[in-house]
């Protein structure tokens, strides 16, 4: 996700990852129209193109965790990403178990796999911090939104793999393993996803190499995967932006990482320039990437079946669903 804030908030981010991405979750409550919602469903209804496309969007959970179903049902998305509790504090209450369920029923009702639901984990946690104190409570809230990811019927979870905070690149990444054995000797089943970063701050993972180090200490590699983010991509130098960037980018990955490890798409373009380290979002097509790169994703067949979410700022009359259907429009098959 992409921070909105500017200037000192950018500075500070270097600091505390809670700082550096943030999403205005409550923002994405206000439902669209009536008159948009039929013709975003006509649409879904409609398309017969990019059927193997599940691209959706991160949908927020405000009054209920279920909401972020019904939210994504009303702009036409075919997958979904969401946070599992408030960005804020590192205790969350317990889930109720009648909410898991209600969550469940929804996702049943409208079709979403839990192959297409990713939800992406709380900024606050670093499991790369060099402090004793925040790596021990990251690790505990990894441990939980794993937990949660199980009662809610999930099967993969998101993470930022975390900063190194003055420590070196290579201790971050033996800490964010250990942290991430630990939740898998802790919960079963569910898949640690490791989302690429933009570069900023001392955020690991900007790089494919150093996801590549993070999974080849991972014990369980059925348990882990990356998301690709098209802005953080692009942010850390990885040219999707010219003719044959995006097949280009993929090749590298599959050399350094292997394709089969990825499991999702974050669709964001860039407010920043190639190489920026900037984590700014920008909407699709409005940004440094461009829609060439947004053509040539929806038309990749390597990115067939895997949710591709976008978590992109929103303009009046090019929200989420207007983006979606965009998307939708360029796909050829
Ligand atoms: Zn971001
Ligand atoms: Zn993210």
Known sequence: MGPRRKGEKRRK???????????ADTSRAEKPSEGRINDVMRGKKGRTKG?????????????GIWKAVEASVDIGGRSFGLFLGSQRCWQRPALDPDVAVKFQEACAQHGFDSAHILPHGSYLMNCG????????????MLVDELSRCSALGLTQFNLHPGASMGSSTEECIKRIAQAINHAHQQT????????????????????????????DLVRDKTRVGVCLDT???????YDISSTGGVKSMLEEFD?????????????????????????RHEDIGQGQIGISAFRDIVNEPRLDNIPLILETPGRPGFEYAEQIQLLYSLCED
């Open 231 to 237: 802005c953080h991509a692009f942010a850390a130098g």
């Open 13 to 23: 981010a270097e600091e505390n990852l809670t700082k550096v991405d943030e999403i």
């Open 255 to 279: 050399q350094v990482v292997g394709l089969n490890y990825l499991r999702a798409v974050h669709l964001n373009d860039s407010k920043g320039k190639l190489g920026c380290h900037l984590d």
């Open 188 to 215: 079963p089943a569910i898949v640690t996803v490791l989302e690429n970063m933009s570069g900023q701050g001392s955020t690991v993972g900007g790089q494919f190499n150093e996801l590549k180090s993070i999974i």
């Open 51 to 63: 059927r193997k496309k599940f691209i959706g969007a991160h949908v927020s959970i405000a009054g």
């Open 129 to 140: 911090s060099p402090k004793e104190d925040v790596f021990a409570r990251s690790q505990v």
